[in-house]
């Protein structure tokens, strides 16, 4: 019986320390309410809502891989002290939490959704 304690209780801290680490991956998890696929979803809506639209800062034919790469270096950067200084920098202040973001109260973090899509869309 003491075995089967101890043995549980190790496979609840190595769980506990396994989710820690994809926390500070910056990657989402599915401890956020937000499965794979809808993260997917949802940072590709967002890119053609707020990024590259007709309105918006890029066009459809700036998001080629190598901007996606500026655009994925300014979002992993944006709580960093010193930033790579992309231009893309003042274009992901449109999303949530960014500086020029409006109505961001109870919405995911939109950056990080973004962030999501433009990796696995260009398998960075």
Do not use: W
């Not at 496979?11 to 499965?35: E, R, V, W």
């Not at 500026?70 to 010193?82: F, G, I, P, Q, T």
């Amino acid at each position: 019986m003491k075995r089967t304690i101890g043995f549980l209780t190790l496979m609840i801290i190595a769980g506990g320390l396994l989710q820690a680490s994809a926390y500070a991956s910056g990657s989402l998890s599915t401890g956020q309410g937000i499965s794979a696929r809808s993260a997917y979803a949802m940072g590709k809506a967002l890119t053609f809502q707020k990024l590259v639209c007709p309105s918006c800062p890029l066009q459809a034919a700036d998001l080629t891989e190598e901007r996606a790469m500026s655009l994925k270096n300014s979002l992993e950067a944006r709580d960093a002290v010193n930033k790579p200084g992309t231009p893309d920098d003042e274009h992901i202040a449109v999303l949530c939490p960014g500086s020029r973001a409006a109505g961001c109260d109870g919405k995911p973090d939109e950056q990080e959704l973004v962030h999501y899509y433009l990796k696995r869309r260009f398998k960075m």
